[in-house]
């Protein structure tokens, strides 16, 4: 079955960067687009970006162009997320999640980032 | 970007009693494909995201058949057909037919 297992929480502070993992199992990784999808405390779901099987191409939400790099390493099936210049506003939980072909079809069980001086 | 609306916010539902979720987009989300990607998701209490309905109306794999979808254009429809205890939780539709995808603000369904 598809499993995506998603690095612990982290705590930084202001201004510091944070690299999530997720690493996929259960269907052929490098065959599908991945996608990053965050969720601030008590709030909705916020879409970040996605990034093609090869990792060649990404597209990121405006909002967070110049701070996100997503990348991914089919050799070990694993996708990352690098946040930079972090503020309190990207206190989240943070979703890795698999494209089903326009839509998300399966997601990490989150992971907690927390800003604060 | 496209706007997602949902109302109600919020929906206090008697157990077995159904339930409906309307969500507005601001433009058509017919693709150029032909295809309008427009998909429901569940987020129970502490737990990620579930994909519930696809493409409108498609159920994902082990969804109940009392998930229902349906609509076309600009608006659509989630329907619980009877509500159970597990489908207490939030419901977010989706649109994947332009990026930045975009979510509507949720529903939160619980039991009265």
Redesign the interface.
């Known amino acids: 079955q598809v499993q995506l297992m998603q690095s612990g929480a982290e705590v930084k502070k202001p201004g510091a960067s944070v690299k999530i993992s997720c690493r996929a199992s259960g269907y052929s990784f490098g065959s599908y687009h991945m996608h990053w999808v965050r969720q601030a405390p008590g709030q909705g779901l916020e879409w970040m970006g996605i990034i093609t099987p090869s990792g060649e191409s990404t597209i990121y939400a405006q909002k967070f162009q110049g701070r996100v790099t997503m990348t991914r390493d089919t050799s070990t099936s694993t996708l990352y997320m690098e946040l930079n210049s972090l503020r309190s506003e990207d206190t989240a939980v943070y979703y890795c999640a698999k494209d089903g072909y326009y839509i998300v079809d399966y997601w990490g069980q989150g992971t907690p980032v927390t800003v604060s001086s | 970007d496209i706007v997602m609306t949902q109302t109600p916010l919020s929906s206090s539902v008697t157990l077995g009693q159904p339930a409906s979720i309307s969500c507005r987009s601001s433009q058509s989300l017919v693709?150029s494909d032909g295809?309008t990607?427009l998909?429901w998701?569940q987020?129970r209490p502490g737990q990620?995201?579930?994909?519930l309905i696809?493409?409108i109306s498609n159920r994902?794999s082990g969804v109940p058949d009392r998930f229902s979808g349906s609509g076309a254009g600009t608006d659509f429809t989630l329907k619980i057909s009877r509500v159970e205890a597990e489908d207490v939780g939030?419901y977010?539709c989706?649109q994947?037919?332009q990026?930045?995808?975009?979510?509507?603000?949720?529903t939160k369904v619980e039991i009265k």
Request: proline share 12%; no cysteine.
């Open positions: 693709h295809s990607h998909s998701v987020q990620p995201p579930r994909l696809y493409k994902f939030v977010y989706m994947g037919t990026y930045p995808w975009t979510f509507g603000q949720g």
